[in-house]
Every structure is written in structure tokens, then in C-alpha cells.
């Protein structure tokens, strides 16, 4: 009987041994299985990010690889822009809202570009992706009077895009910080002329030209130096 004793304990041993590695088997396998699920299935957010990034693809040439804009191109810095202002203008470009004007060439060009986006997913998908760049300081291109800018942007700008000039998701407005001195000066004097916020459809664009006829070519540069003392303190 004595005999058999280190027989048994040693099939005892032998059994909590084989337990232990099979629990912490199993324990590996589930980890490496859940690793694995992490890898395969990423989340909608990162789905909605790498499509976006794509679908920006097309739009680099003329906005830079960041969003930055492109000056020489007539380009608007778009980095950090308001992802509810970038939606709908990208719907007003697909349906023919803006960028039909004869005389807007660059608003023209926007068109196709805007078009070759199929649906509303693949527009808030790319908007989403651009709202996401951090924001550049574009180049200084006008001379003004910033202080009487700040003045003049309060009473006649900051009721819609607010106080540092970050536009408004609520009111779709955008923001004007990252635009680039002479995107915002040319678009001013676009709704000036009546090449943009003409169309029946475009509510805020038709609010948008009331308060730009009556701001002068003085007072327009004053506000968009307002605006580059913003950016620059960003």
C-alpha cells in the first residue's frame, strides 16, 4: 500500500498539471480570439474615417493634402471646417445651387467634383473626414485696420459665426478662420454681384448677400484682417 502512495500523488500532480495548462490554453486562445475580432471588425467610426479619407482623395489637388487650401488655385483652406456647413455645400455643388452662375468659374469647378460624390453617406462621410484636419493659419494676402474689423465683424458678422469667427453647426454656417483672406474678400463680393445666394433654394445664401451689400470694399478688408488676427491666435 505504502508502495502505491508516490504512484497516486504522482498522478495527482500529473492531473492538476494538465488542468492548469489546459485552463490557461484556453485562456489564450480566447484572448487571441478577441484580439482578432478586434482587428477584423473595426468600429463605424473608423469605417466612416478611412472612406472619408478616401473620397478626399479627389480633392487634394485643389485643397492640399491637409485642407490647407491652395491660393494659387483660388482655393479655400477647408482643415477644421464646420462638418454641417461642408455638407451642405457639397449638396448645394451636386444640385446645381451653387456654381451655376456664368460667372463663377472656381464655383463651376466645384461642380463635377461635388457630383462624383454618389450619395449622402459618401458626403458626410468625406465632410466628417475634413471637419476632422486640424485647422492651418492661411497666408496674409490683405492689408486692414483690425481693430475697427473687430467693430465691424461683431455687428455685422458675429450674430451668425460667432464670436471667434468658428461659424455655427446649428445655423450651418462656416467657419471663417481657416478660409484664407481672399477666399472670404471674393466670396463677399460673389454675393455682392449676385453670383452666389441668387438661387431660390439657398435661404442662407440669400441672407448671406443681404449683409454683404452693405459692407464696403474698406470695411470688408478691415473684417478679414480681424479675421487673420483670429487665425493667428488659434
Given at each position: ?128 473626414y475634413v471637419a476632422s484636419l486640424p ?100
Amino acid at each position: 500500500m505504502l508502495r502505491r502512495l508516490p504512484v497516486y500523488l504522482a498522478l495527482a500532480m500529473f492531473s492538476v498539471s494538465c488542468g492548469d495548462r489546459n485552463d490557461n490554453q484556453e485562456a489564450a486562445i480566447e484572448k487571441d480570439a478577441a484580439v482578432a475580432v478586434a482587428v477584423e471588425e473595426p468600429s463605424a467610426a473608423e469605417v466612416a474615417t478611412d472612406k472619408g479619407k478616401a473620397l478626399f482623395a479627389r480633392c487634394v489637388a485643389c485643397h492640399g493634402a491637409n485642407g490647407e487650401g491652395n491660393l494659387a488655385l483660388n482655393s479655400p483652406g477647408i482643415a477644421g471646417q464646420s462638418e454641417s456647413y461642408l455638407r451642405r455645400q457639397l449638396w448645394e455643388f451636386k444640385n446645381g445651387q451653387r456654381g451655376s452662375h456664368e460667372g463663377d468659374i472656381a464655383g463651376a469647378q466645384m461642380q463635377p467634383m461635388a457630383a462624383a460624390l454618389a450619395d449622402g453617406e459618401e458626403i458626410t462621410a468625406v465632410a466628417a473626414y475634413v471637419a476632422s484636419l486640424p485647422p492651418t493659419v492661411p497666408p496674409v494676402t490683405v492689408d486692414g485696420d483690425a481693430g475697427n474689423g473687430e467693430k465691424l465683424y461683431i455687428s455685422k458678422c458675429g450674430a451668425c459665426h460667432g464670436g471667434k469667427a468658428w461659424g455655427n453647426e446649428s445655423l450651418f454656417t462656416p467657419r471663417l478662420t481657416m478660409l484664407g483672406d481672399a477666399y472670404v474678400v471674393r466670396q463677399v463680393r460673389k454675393f455682392q454681384d449676385g453670383m452666389r445666394g441668387t438661387h431660390q433654394s439657398a435661404l442662407q445664401g440669400k441672407q448671406m448677400a443681404m449683409v454683404a451689400k452693405d459692407v464696403s470694399a474698406e470695411e470688408l478688408n478691415d473684417i478679414v484682417a480681424f479675421l487673420n488676427e483670429l487665425a493667428a491666435g488659434e
